[in-house]
């Protein structure tokens, strides 16, 4: 089960802030090793990301990661993290937005971040995906059980 | 190699080269994201053909950092 939040011109502390308001929870927040946030009482997992002037934050009962990126086209990025068969996927600055957003949402998922090596993600092996476009953004939810709680 | 650094970051990025100096921080004066974080270390990668791990993206805070980890690689 998950939720997804969309703000515009706010940060990712004002949005966390305001969520955890709604839900009635109180929490310090603590970091893994690689500074990934999670809430101290264990009261939901989340995560945030953020593009130009877009946060979103994603709260789940499981891990959860998530990431929003502007449509856009970066031919070097390409070569880094793709493998063949990805590098085969991508014909348009939309095909490279979602396979940029898949891999950032799984290794924001895992905990790791860029640490992880993008390009060890092979996103062809991988089905827990929830793909959505906004406006002129592509954002990617990875998690189990990505059925969307009721408002 | 200083300015020669500043100039790929100017022309990789579209940013004013006058706008960045060696105490510039990536983050918080030039706002970069994840993407143009990886974008920039593909262009050193190529320029200087050298490997840089992700992993050590995480230690590029300032324009600084980023002179000082390519002259480590004896460039």
Redesign the interface.
């Known amino acids: 089960m998950y939720k997804l939040y969309i703000e515009k011109n706010t940060t990712s502390k004002e949005l966390l802030k305001k969520v955890l308001k709604e839900k009635n929870i109180e929490s310090d927040i603590i970091y893994n090793e690689y500074g990934k946030p999670y809430l101290k009482n264990n009261a939901f997992y989340f995560n945030i990301s953020h593009s130009s002037c877009y946060t979103v934050l994603v709260i789940s009962s499981k891990e959860i990661g998530v990431d929003i990126e502007k449509i856009t086209m970066r031919d070097r990025v390409i070569d880094r993290i793709c493998n063949d068969e990805e590098k085969k996927l991508i014909k348009s600055a939309e095909d490279f937005t979602k396979m940029w957003v898949k891999k950032e949402s799984y290794v924001k998922y895992l905990g790791i971040g860029l640490s992880y090596g993008l390009e060890n993600v092979n996103t062809l092996e991988l089905n827990n995906f929830i793909i959505k476009k906004f406006k002129d953004y592509y954002i990617a939810i990875y998690g189990e059980n990505l059925n969307k709680m009721e408002d | 190699m200083e300015k020669e650094i500043i100039d790929l970051i100017s022309k990789t990025l579209e940013i004013p080269s006058k706008d960045i100096t060696l105490k510039t921080n990536l983050i918080s004066d030039l706002e970069l994201?994840?993407?143009d974080?990886?974008?920039l270390i593909?262009?050193f990668?190529?320029k200087y053909n050298i490997e840089i791990?992700?992993?050590d993206?995480?230690n590029f805070q300032t324009v600084n950092d980023i002179v000082q980890y390519i002259k480590s690689k004896n460039v």
Do not use: G, M, P, R
């Open positions: 994201e994840s993407l974080l990886v974008d593909t262009a990668e190529k791990l992700d992993k993206i995480k």
